[in-house]
């Protein structure tokens, strides 16, 4: 059974860091992404990465504050984000699939395209 674990979630304030962690139980991915959920809102794409390219893509909103990584058994996905803001507070979802429908920006974007999800990490930033 795929499971993907999402930790590192918290509260900080304005300005500050936190790095997210989804340990996944299988390594046959071939794209992995950060989605987050604000209350009332929908579920949006953070960041994504292509396994096998290492090819990295962000949403503007999150450009030159986040950076995603898979590590070299790519069994864990991070998400380094600093320079937080209130806007970034949200429950954080990891989501993994075995393929995708382009392997551009546009194979990131959808929930849809994405087969397994973790839990969820609640991060809050305070102003």
């Known amino acids: 059974q795929v499971r993907l674990v999402e930790s590192g979630g918290g509260s900080v304030q304005a300005g500050g860091s936190l790095r997210l962690s989804c340990a996944a139980s299988?390594?046959?991915?071939?794209?992995m992404s950060w989605f987050r959920q604000a209350p009332g809102k929908q579920r949006e794409w953070v960041a994504g990465?292509?396994?096998?390219?290492?090819?990295?893509y962000y949403a503007d909103s999150v450009k030159g504050r986040f950076t995603i990584s898979a590590d070299d058994r790519r069994r864990t996905l991070n998400l380094q984000m600093d320079t937080l803001k209130p806007d970034d507070t949200a429950m954080y979802y990891c989501?993994?699939?075995?393929?995708?429908?382009?392997?551009?920006?546009?194979?990131?974007?959808?929930?849809?395209?994405?087969?397994?999800w973790g839990q969820g990490t609640q991060v809050t930033v305070s102003s």
């Open positions: 989501a993994a699939a075995p393929g995708s429908r382009s392997w551009d920006l546009k194979g990131m974007l959808e929930v849809h395209d994405y087969k397994y």
């Open positions: 299988t390594i046959n991915f071939n794209k």
């Open positions: 990465i292509y396994i096998a390219t290492e090819d990295t």
